[in-house]
């Protein structure tokens, strides 16, 4: 199993980026994906969540409503629009799997400031 972050970067408040993350090793369809984020010295914090067909999505309440969750199971990618930023939305973002033991990615950093 090998999860591929990209798309972070440098980002002022109020601003856009497009997260992607890039699955191979297994069978990416038949299992459901989430999106993390971590900050240092804080636990990893669930942020999004999206079921295998993509009809169902949950995210954490700070982001409802700014960012979204997709997939595309041809191209075993899973994205997360992130609009609105706010510092408080900096961090490293990792996706992860769910259902089956995998390692976790490099993640992407994000990092909102003026």
């Known amino acids: 199993v090998q999860l591929v972050e990209s798309g972070g970067g440098l980002v002022q408040p109020g601003g856009s980026l497009r997260l992607s993350c890039a699955a191979s090793g297994f069978t990416f369809s038949n299992y459901p994906m989430k999106w993390y984020r971590q900050v240092p010295g804080k636990e990893r914090e669930l942020v999004a969540f999206i079921s295998i067909t993509g009809r169902t999505t949950t995210y954490l309440d700070s982001v409802k409503g700014r960012f979204t969750i997709s997939r595309d199971n041809v191209k075993s990618t899973v994205y997360l629009q992130m609009n609105s930023l706010h510092p408080d939305d900096t961090a490293v973002y990792y996706c992860?799997?769910?259902?089956?033991?995998?390692?976790w990615g490099q993640g992407t950093q994000v990092t909102v400031s003026s």
């Open positions: 992860a799997l769910v259902g089956r033991p995998f390692d």
